[in-house]
Protein backbone atom coordinates (compact mmCIF):
# COMPACT_ATOMS: atom_id res chain seq x y z
CA UNK A 1 0.00 0.00 0.00
CA UNK A 2 0.93 3.31 -0.84
CA UNK A 3 0.61 6.22 1.36
CA UNK A 4 1.36 10.34 0.37
CA UNK A 5 1.90 12.64 3.36
CA UNK A 6 1.89 16.09 2.56
CA UNK A 7 4.38 17.67 5.09
CA UNK A 8 3.93 22.00 4.97
CA UNK A 9 7.73 22.97 5.05
CA UNK A 10 7.06 26.78 6.32
CA UNK A 11 4.96 29.56 4.23
CA UNK A 12 5.77 32.15 1.65
CA UNK A 13 3.57 35.06 0.97
CA UNK A 14 3.67 36.58 -3.25
CA UNK A 15 2.02 39.77 -4.94
CA UNK A 16 -1.00 38.81 -6.20
CA UNK A 17 0.18 40.23 -9.73
CA UNK A 18 2.76 37.58 -9.81
CA UNK A 19 0.30 34.32 -8.75
CA UNK A 20 -2.52 36.01 -11.69
CA UNK A 21 -0.13 37.99 -13.67
CA UNK A 22 -2.08 39.01 -17.12
CA UNK A 23 -0.75 37.14 -20.00
CA UNK A 24 -1.58 39.26 -22.57
CA UNK A 25 1.12 41.59 -21.34
CA UNK A 26 4.45 41.35 -22.34
CA UNK A 27 6.74 39.90 -20.10
CA UNK A 28 8.15 43.49 -18.70
CA UNK A 29 4.92 44.87 -18.49
CA UNK A 30 4.47 41.63 -16.18
CA UNK A 31 7.59 41.85 -14.25
CA UNK A 32 7.10 45.35 -13.61
CA UNK A 33 3.02 45.13 -12.15
CA UNK A 34 4.70 42.64 -9.76
CA UNK A 35 8.09 44.73 -8.22
CA UNK A 36 5.07 47.64 -7.73
CA UNK A 37 2.16 45.76 -6.86
CA UNK A 38 1.74 46.67 -3.04
CA UNK A 39 -0.61 43.89 -2.21
CA UNK A 40 0.40 40.49 -0.59
CA UNK A 41 -1.57 37.26 -0.74
CA UNK A 42 -2.14 35.45 2.68
CA UNK A 43 0.50 33.26 3.51
CA UNK A 44 0.76 30.02 1.38
CA UNK A 45 2.20 26.86 2.59
CA UNK A 46 5.06 25.42 0.93
CA UNK A 47 4.33 21.44 1.10
CA UNK A 48 6.97 18.41 0.37
CA UNK A 49 5.33 14.90 0.12
CA UNK A 50 6.22 11.67 1.71
CA UNK A 51 5.28 8.65 -0.32
CA UNK A 52 5.33 5.91 2.09
CA UNK A 53 5.54 2.58 0.00
CA UNK A 54 6.29 -0.97 -0.04
CA UNK A 55 9.91 -0.29 -1.60
CA UNK A 56 10.64 2.48 1.14
CA UNK A 57 10.33 6.38 1.21
CA UNK A 58 10.38 8.79 -1.34
CA UNK A 59 10.46 12.61 -0.67
CA UNK A 60 8.27 14.77 -3.53
CA UNK A 61 10.20 18.37 -3.30
CA UNK A 62 12.51 18.98 -0.15
CA UNK A 63 10.95 22.96 0.45
CA UNK A 64 12.66 25.63 1.92
CA UNK A 65 15.30 26.17 4.72
CA UNK A 66 14.81 28.83 7.74
CA UNK A 67 18.04 31.18 6.00
CA UNK A 68 15.28 31.51 2.87
CA UNK A 69 16.14 35.18 3.14
CA UNK A 70 19.84 34.77 2.12
CA UNK A 71 18.84 36.23 -1.83
CA UNK A 72 21.46 39.17 -2.09
CA UNK A 73 20.18 42.67 -1.73
CA UNK A 74 19.94 43.66 -5.03
CA UNK A 75 17.74 40.67 -6.14
CA UNK A 76 14.72 42.95 -7.05
CA UNK A 77 12.64 40.11 -7.65
CA UNK A 78 13.06 38.37 -3.88
CA UNK A 79 13.52 41.93 -2.07
CA UNK A 80 9.88 42.91 -3.57
CA UNK A 81 7.56 40.26 -4.57
CA UNK A 82 8.41 37.24 -2.27
CA UNK A 83 8.26 37.03 1.91
CA UNK A 84 9.78 33.22 2.62
CA UNK A 85 9.04 31.97 6.54
CA UNK A 86 9.93 29.42 7.64
CA UNK A 87 11.07 28.31 11.28
CA UNK A 88 13.88 25.48 12.09
CA UNK A 89 11.67 22.82 12.88
CA UNK A 90 9.78 23.56 9.94
CA UNK A 91 12.59 22.40 7.70
CA UNK A 92 12.18 19.01 6.05
CA UNK A 93 15.45 17.33 8.04
CA UNK A 94 13.82 18.04 11.66
CA UNK A 95 10.43 16.93 10.21
CA UNK A 96 11.42 13.67 8.61
CA UNK A 97 13.45 13.01 12.08
CA UNK A 98 10.44 13.70 13.81
CA UNK A 99 8.88 10.48 12.01
CA UNK A 100 11.58 8.37 13.01
CA UNK A 101 13.07 9.12 9.12
CA UNK A 102 16.85 9.69 8.69
CA UNK A 103 16.88 12.25 5.92
CA UNK A 104 20.39 10.75 5.24
CA UNK A 105 20.14 7.21 4.88
CA UNK A 106 16.50 6.33 5.37
CA UNK A 107 15.29 7.66 1.85
CA UNK A 108 15.13 5.66 -1.36
CA UNK A 109 14.77 8.74 -3.09
CA UNK A 110 14.56 12.60 -3.35
CA UNK A 111 12.43 13.71 -6.71
CA UNK A 112 12.61 17.46 -6.89
CA UNK A 113 9.56 18.67 -9.27
CA UNK A 114 11.72 21.56 -10.62
CA UNK A 115 14.58 23.66 -8.62
CA UNK A 116 12.49 26.67 -7.68
CA UNK A 117 14.12 27.60 -4.39
CA UNK A 118 10.95 26.91 -2.56
CA UNK A 119 11.43 23.42 -4.15
CA UNK A 120 14.72 22.24 -3.72
CA UNK A 121 16.54 25.02 -1.11
CA UNK A 122 16.89 22.09 1.52
CA UNK A 123 18.88 19.87 -0.10
CA UNK A 124 21.67 20.06 2.64
CA UNK A 125 20.14 17.70 4.52
CA UNK A 126 20.10 14.98 1.48
CA UNK A 127 23.68 14.92 1.56
CA UNK A 128 23.42 10.47 1.18
CA UNK A 129 19.61 10.65 -0.81
CA UNK A 130 19.40 9.46 -4.77
CA UNK A 131 18.71 12.60 -5.77
CA UNK A 132 16.24 12.61 -9.39
CA UNK A 133 15.55 15.65 -11.32
CA UNK A 134 14.36 15.90 -15.18
CA UNK A 135 17.15 16.38 -17.43
CA UNK A 136 15.25 19.71 -18.90
CA UNK A 137 15.28 20.89 -14.92
CA UNK A 138 18.88 20.24 -14.44
CA UNK A 139 20.57 21.20 -17.93
CA UNK A 140 18.54 25.13 -17.63
CA UNK A 141 20.01 25.33 -13.86
Not at 22 to 41: A, E
Amino acid sequence: MTTIIPIKTGTVRIRPSLRAGDMNKSLWRRRVDILTDRDWTQPLPIYTYLIEHDEGHILFDCGETSRAGFFPWWHSYFRFAVDLNVAPPEEIGPQLRARGIDPRRDLNALVLSHLHHDHADALEHFRDTRILVSRENYEVS
